[in-house]
T-cell receptor
Framework: DAGITQSPRYKITETGRQVTLMCHQTWSHSYMFWYRQDLGHGLRLIYYSAAADITDKGEVPDGYVVSRSKTENFPLTLESATRSQTSVYFC??????????????FGPGTRLLVL | AQSVTQLDSQVPVFEEAPVELRCNYSSSVSVYLFWYVQYPNQGLQLLLKYLSGSTLVKGINGFEAEFNKSQTSFHLRKPSVHISDTAEYFCAVSASTGRRALTFGSGTRLQVQP
């Protein structure tokens, strides 16, 4: 009963390097999301996915790339990390269905520091 | 598009006292409303949500919230707080149609003191 997991939990990298944050869920939820959390901003949506091979931009997508080849995985890649991408990243998932009010379940987060 | 304003960034309160965390939202369409709690170094956990029907919603850990459409508010309340309620609380909205992504407020830090 792992639920939703994220790896790594902590990451330190340097400016310009590529970084991939992993998200894995065991519920077969159709929807998955990536948020970043910064002081004073709450959580902001980076990308989301409605199903495998279907992704869409959120509020702050610049500098990030996502893919969803399998329902259970939703990796987030920082193509060339910048200091402004230092943040806490949360992955979330939600069930599909005709109703849109399904609860989103959040992973434990990844703390990323870009030097 | 939707937006959420949490009016207080920090709320200090003594143990066993009542508390209210304020949330106002803006949207051109009907919305669903949520309160999430984040304990230190953890992910977010759903406290309660308003979808439709009764405007008073009860959630976990003794929390409740009241939806006020005319004032576009969704304030969170608890009649008697415990030390263990110390956490960050986030109000969030999603449109009732279309993309189901959440728009979050900036959070309110509840600090319960003995």
């Amino acid at each position: 009963d792992a639920g939703i997991t994220q790896s790594p939990r902590y990451k330190i990298t340097e400016t310009g390097r590529q970084v991939t944050l992993m998200c894995h869920q065991t519920w077969s939820h159709s929807y998955m999301f990536w948020y970043r959390q910064d002081l004073g901003h709450g959580l902001r949506l980076i990308y989301y996915s409605a199903a495998a091979d279907i992704t869409d931009k959120g509020e702050v997508p610049d500098g990030y790339v996502v893919s969803r080849s399998k329902t259970e995985n939703f990796p987030l890649t920082l193509e060339s990390a910048t200091r402004s991408q230092t943040s806490v990243y949360f992955c979330a998932s939600a069930t599909s269905g005709r109703r849109l009010e399904e609860t989103q379940y959040f992973g434990p987060g990844t703390r990323l520091l870009v030097l | 598009a939707q937006s959420v304003t949490q009016l207080d960034s920090q709320v200090p309160v003594f143990e066993e006292a009542p508390v209210e965390l304020r949330c106002n939202y803006s949207s051109s369409v009907s919305v669903y409303l949520f309160w999430y709690v984040q304990y230190p170094n953890q992910g977010l956990q759903l406290l309660l949500k308003y979808l439709s029907g009764s405007t008073l919603v009860k959630g976990i850990n003794g929390f409740e919230a009241e939806f006020n459409k005319s004032q576009t508010s969704f304030h969170l309340r608890k009649p008697s707080v415990h030390i263990s309620d110390t956490a960050e609380y986030f109000c969030a909205v999603s449109a009732s149609t279309g993309r189901r992504a959440l728009t979050f407020g900036s959070g309110t830090r509840l600090q319960v003191q003995p």
